[in-house]
């Protein structure tokens, strides 16, 4: 195993502990939730292979749903990240394209891109999540409003360790 390999072994269990014992139970008015255990999928090197990440994101979304009595639903959103991923990665590549082993970064892209490229991500994630958790759309506002949230706070969060984050380059 590769030094990045061991080195994204080691941040599984972080993000997940940290989504555990952390994040749990912090709620901001009852509609703003921080998921930050779906910024590891989005961390992962650009040439990462599709079925890579979906089983990533399957075993660290099912590491969460025991934790949170979900019955999959963090499996399932972190699996379809981890589909819509590379898609999206090859809409936004930028012009010269990425380099070989670069991770999607704040310090490898720049703000304008890291934000292009997770708010979308993370969106999706929210969604699925508080939508099938909802059982459909009969409180579709209230929902709607706890994806916006969420989103926020989430963001909010990754962009804070981002910029505090021991491989700023910039």
Not at 112 to 132: C, D, N
Request: aromatic letters at 18%; glycine letters at 8%.
């Amino acid at each position: 195993m590769s030094k990045s390999g061991v080195i994204h072994f080691f941040l599984f269990f972080v993000y997940a502990l940290a989504q555990v014992l952390l994040l749990k139970n912090l709620v901001l008015f009852n509609t703003a939730f921080c998921f930050l255990y779906v910024v590891f999928i989005l961390l992962l090197p650009v040439e990462t292979n599709n079925l890579l990440l979906m089983l990533i994101g399957f075993l660290l979304g099912f590491t969460i749903d025991i934790f949170y009595d979900s019955l999959g639903l963090h499996a399932m959103a972190l699996v379809a990240v981890g589909y819509v991923r590379n898609y999206w990665l090859g809409v936004i590549t930028p012009q010269g394209g990425y380099d070989s082993g670069v991770t999607p970064t704040l310090a490898s892209n720049g703000l304008q891109w890291f934000l292009i490229y997770s708010i979308p991500l993370l969106f999706f994630h929210h969604t699925i999540l508080f939508f099938v958790e909802a059982a459909g759309f009969s409180r579709f506002g209230f929902t709607l409003l706890k994806v916006i949230m969420s989103l926020l706070f989430t963001l909010s969060v990754v962009l804070i360790l981002q910029y505090f984050s021991i491989e700023r380059r910039r």
